[in-house]
């Protein structure tokens, strides 16, 4: 028996060797401090919960989902939900697509839009569901290097002219995984320009729009004038609302580039159950996570203070549940991985688990499994302030 040799693409798992280095020091008995998966700690908000108990009563969720685009009523509330957020007016009949979950949408779209031999512009680092889904569909990549002098945004000048003819879609990610850098208007408007020159269309995933602090808030790609010509966004209630186990979240924009997907997903899903998607229009009509985002915010201060008190220079995120925390002199990526799990007994995620421009960071996540107020994080700090060697020459 051979499976598709397009299984191929896929690389061996990011995480493998970490995971074995985890489990060995679990099974010595040690505490670990775990820094390493972006996944909300906190609970779905009680009123969501409360009213997929009081959908999921109702027979009529129990039956296919055999609306076009998933749920009306979650359908109009998107674009209720854009219309305040991002002041963006969308056609609720061709601009909006459920998905079952954000992962799954910005998986299929390469699969909707790119043939063999085509061409994915990505980000690197990045969430690896972009390249590797263009790789199994046929298509090669080029990555657009996300670099701290350029604010980890990608320098659209530096894209070589025949890749960029090449080019059919272009994968950007803002506020982003694993940066922690958020865009500018500016810098949409040249994606837009670029994406008309070249008729590439765009992908932005936005799954973090809604994590982020001290008063600030994420633009959206289709408040870019000319956006809608040329993509789509991609949103995710996983990290709003701490939903990440349901598996609900939306594409925007193109009608062109929805019809696509759309296409391509009638012969894949059936959409998602209709009582989750009824408690997700509910939340996005009624609710925020600020609370949860509050202790974000605090373990965010707590790592960045105590970080920098060892001698790091980093600043404080304005977006996301990442800190991209440059290794120390002498170690690569895995092996200041290593030292802090075997030293410090802290989990961190290799810079390079998002590809080749990741050497050099470490990936550490806000999301930590049982900390309260901070108490963790703190935690981690003093351990790796005792036990570390970090010199900075
Ligand atoms: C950048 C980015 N996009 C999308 C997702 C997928 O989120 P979901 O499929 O839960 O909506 C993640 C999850 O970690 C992510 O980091």
């Not at 009638?266 to 997700?280: E, N, P, T, V």
């Not at 609370?291 to 220079?313: C, K, M, P, Q």
Request: with cysteine.
């Amino acid at each position: 028996m051979q499976r598709a040799r397009r299984l191929n693409s896929i690389p061996p798992y990011l995480f493998g060797e970490v995971a074995r280095m985890k489990a060995k020091v679990i099974a010595e008995g040690r505490d670990i401090v775990d820094l390493g998966i972006g996944d909300p700690d906190q609970p779905t908000p009680q009123p969501i919960i409360d009213k997929l108990r009081e959908y999921a009563a109702k027979p009529e969720t129990h039956r296919y989902d055999e609306s076009d685009a998933g749920a009306p009523a979650f359908i109009d509330a998107v674009g209720r939900w854009y219309s305040r957020r991002f002041g963006v007016e969308l056609d609720t009949d061709s601009e909006i697509l459920l998905l079952i979950g954000s992962k799954e949408g910005l998986a299929h779209l390469a699969w909707a839009m790119i043939d063999p031999g085509d061409l994915s512009l990505i980000p690197d680092p990045a969430y690896t569901v972009y390249k590797v889904n263009t790789l199994m569909a046929g298509g090669e990549v080029a990555i657009m290097p996300l670099l701290a002098e350029n604010k980890f945004l990608p320098d659209l000048t530096a894209i070589p002219s025949d890749a960029a003819l090449r080019a059919k879609l272009m994968y950007i990610n803002y506020p982003n995984n694993p940066t922690g850098a958020v865009a500018t208007p500016e810098f949409f408007a040249n994606v837009v320009d670029f994406a008309k020159h070249y008729d590439i269309a765009v992908c932005h995933d936005c799954a973090y729009s809604e994590v982020s602090f001290d008063g600030y808030r994420a633009p959206s790609f289709m408040q870019t004038p000319g956006a809608k010509d040329v993509g789509v966004e991609i949103h995710s209630l996983s990290k709003t609302f701490n939903m990440t186990g349901w598996r609900i979240g939306f594409a925007v924009g193109n009608p062109d580039i929805i019809a696509a997907l759309r296409s391509l997903k009638s012969y894949i899903d059936s959409k998602q159950f209709a009582a989750i998607s009824l408690s997700g229009a509910y939340a996005l009509d009624h609710l925020n996570n600020d609370a949860a985002l509050e202790l974000i915010r605090r373990r965010r201060n707590i790592l960045v203070d105590g970080l920098n008190s060892l001698g790091w220079r980093l600043e404080k995120p304005k977006a996301t549940f990442y800190l991209w925390v440059p290794v120390p002199p002498g170690y690569s990526s895995v092996e200041f991985v290593k030292a802090l799990l075997q030293d410090a007994g802290v989990l961190a995620i290799p810079g390079t688990g998002y590809g080749t421009y990741g050497e050099g960071y470490v990936r550490m996540s806000l999301t930590v499994s049982g900390d309260v107020n901070g108490e963790r994080v703190a935690e981690a700090v003093r351990r790796i302030r005792d036990n570390v060697n970090i010199s900075w020459g």
